[in-house]
């Protein structure tokens, strides 16, 4: 239970420190994902169940479609902005660099 | 010892637990959809303001704690529970309730001074998304502390019966997934939020949040 205290240091951790661009977005998902999976240990008692793993099945499918779904969205309109037109383009990066 | 029917609560209590972990894990391809559009719109501001801008990191930590402690606290509750000391329950889980109060409070500050300097959910599809976003979390929040309530109330007037043992089982795995999303909210809205745009401008050395 008091695991949970180690990730929140982390997470202390990672605010408070200079930054380090994309290997810094790294360690931060990182840190959810393990803190993910530590809760999910700690407090849900995913995987302790006996044998006809249901819930571990139905957690499955979860996370599968959570993938397919964040995962085809992002990819689906990435080709979508790139396939752009120029004009489009333009406005897309001028508001970047504006910001 | 009547073993043979307490193995029978048991068998239809897991059942009750396990439709309970369905409609969660429904739930989490909901969170999953306004994450997936968020990820998308999160570049779209308008013009207007965006994250770096908006956010402010402590504040936000400061919810994530306390949040979390929440979590925590709830945590202890259930182990109270199942050991079947009713005033540690009942202290654990007023101790959870406060802290929820308290981040939904703050949660509601932060869109109050959005709304208020003009940063409305109306202002671009980033600040649409996001508000889309959070405020469902905070929703599931608001219902979680009155189902709380609720079941304080409960087990005040009549003890830890298997019934309000196995609703206060249900609370803590909903007020855990609450935790859990959370922690995305505060990964990909939050602190990338304020990352990426420094990446982007090329602010990124030396500049401490």
């Known amino acids: ?99 | 010892m009547n073993t043979q029917s307490h193995d029978a609560v048991e068998a239809k209590e897991s059942k009750t637990i396990f439709g309970f972990w369905l409609y969660v894990m429904t739930d989490c391809v909901l969170f999953a959809s306004l994450f997936a559009t968020y990820a998308v719109l999160h570049n779209n501001t308008y013009g207007g303001p965006s994250g770096v801008s908006l956010f402010s990191l402590h504040y936000v930590l400061i919810e994530t704690l306390i949040l979390l402690t929440s979590s925590f606290t709830c945590g202890l509750a259930i182990l109270a529970a199942q050991r079947g000391s009713k005033n540690q329950v009942v202290a654990w889980f007023s101790a959870t309730f406060i802290l929820g109060t308290s981040f939904l409070a703050m949660e509601l500050t932060e869109f109050h001074h959005l709304v208020t300097d003009g940063n409305s959910w109306r202002r671009s599809g980033f600040l649409s998304a996001y508000f889309t976003l959070v405020g469902t979390h905070g929703l599931h929040i608001t219902i979680g502390l009155l189902w709380m309530a609720i079941l304080l109330f409960q087990v005040m007037r009549k003890g830890l019966k298997p019934t309000t043992l196995r609703r206060l089982t249900m609370l803590s795995i909903f007020w855990h997934f609450l935790d859990l999303i959370w922690i995305f909210i505060f990964t990909i809205v939050y602190l990338m939020g304020v990352i990426r745009i420094l990446v982007a401008t090329k602010l990124i050395p030396a500049k401490p949040l």
């Not at chain 1, 393990?34 to 995913?46: G, K, R």
């Not at chain 1, 099945?57 to 990819?75: A, K, P, T, Y």
């Not at chain 1, 979508?80 to 990066?93: G, T």
């Open chain 1, 1 to 99: 239970m008091t695991s949970i205290i180690l990730t929140v240091e982390a997470y202390l951790l990672v605010v408070h420190r200079v930054l380090q661009g994309k290997s810094l977005v790294a360690a931060i998902i990182g840190l959810a994902l393990t803190q993910f999976l530590v809760q999910l240990f700690f407090f849900l008692h995913l995987g302790r169940e006996t044998k006809p793993r249901w819930k571990l099945m139905v957690f499955g499918l979860m996370v599968m479609i959570v993938v397919i779904f964040v995962g085809g969205s992002l990819w689906i309109m990435y080709n979508l902005n790139y396939n752009m037109s120029p004009s489009q383009i333009n406005n897309y990066l001028n508001s970047q660099d504006g910001l």
